[in-house]
């Protein structure tokens, strides 16, 4: 069964607007979450890496004021679009280990589709 | 060259075919292995887990390592139309990072 909840699993906003993801981890703790954007028919691309209890760690080009994340318990994170435009359209997928070692495999969430008018 | 090279397809077979599914990588570090499965519009999910050389078997599906040739491969027997997805192969060094494939599209015909 899942290991990861992402919710909700579709919105679409007005341009503008902010919102808010939320990422999950089910009957485990994740002191560490990935954030993934997906374009349509791409691989995934990294984000950032969500800290629980300290600040994310974004890769390069990828805007921190824009993509706001929030690692506030060990199995929640957050990724809030701040003033989304049609270009943040795209799909958000949220991931977890269930073990920490950095050689276990990612748990996905079912991903969020993020649609601005 | 990227890191990990995944030919998109889409690849179309008909039901009942053995399916394989192939990367090849450059970094000679990575050591353990992955295969997700990717429904449209669903997050991947985790099919097959390997570390190092050698082949790893789950039901219908078969994870092969060789890390001489920096290459593996996802077998699927007896494919089935529900088996129709994007398949993303996906490695680590044992670092907290996963460099993925682009991705193989997979179609089964009934």
């Known amino acids: 069964g899942a290991v990861v909840s992402q919710h909700p699993s579709r919105v679409i906003c007005k341009s503008g607007t902010s919102v808010k993801i939320e990422c999950r981890s089910l009957?485990?703790?994740?002191?560490?979450m990935f954030w993934y954007r997906q374009f349509p028919k791409k691989s995934l691309m990294l984000m950032a890496t969500?800290?629980?209890?300290?600040?994310?760690?974004?890769e390069q080009g990828v805007e921190k004021d824009k993509f706001l994340i929030n690692h506030a318990s060990l199995t929640l994170s957050t990724l809030t679009v701040t003033s989304a435009h049609p270009e943040d359209s795209s799909f958000y997928i949220c991931?977890?280990?269930?073990?920490?070692?950095?050689?276990?495999?990612?748990?996905f969430g079912n991903g969020t589709r993020l649609t601005v008018t | 060259q990227k890191e990990v090279e995944q030919d998109p397809g889409p690849l179309s077979v008909p039901e009942g075919a053995i399916v394989s599914l192939n990367c090849t990588y450059s970094?000679?570090?990575?050591?353990?292995f992955m295969w997700y499965r990717q429904y449209s519009r669903k997050g991947p999910e985790l099919l097959m887990y390997?570390?190092?050389?050698g082949n790893k078997e789950d039901g219908r599906f078969t994870a092969q390592v060789d890390k001489s040739s920096k290459y593996i491969s996802l077998f699927i027997r007896d494919s089935q139309p529900s088996d129709s997805a994007t398949y993303l192969c996906a490695m680590t060094d044992a670092g907290n990072m996963l460099t993925f494939g682009g991705g193989t599209r997979l179609m089964v015909k009934p």
């Open positions: 970094n000679s570090a990575f050591q353990y």
């Open positions: 009957d485990f703790q994740a002191t560490t």
């Open positions: 390997t570390y190092s050389s």
């Open positions: 991931s977890a280990r269930v073990s920490g070692a950095g050689n276990s495999p990612l748990h």
């Open positions: 969500s800290n629980e209890g300290s600040k994310a760690t974004y």
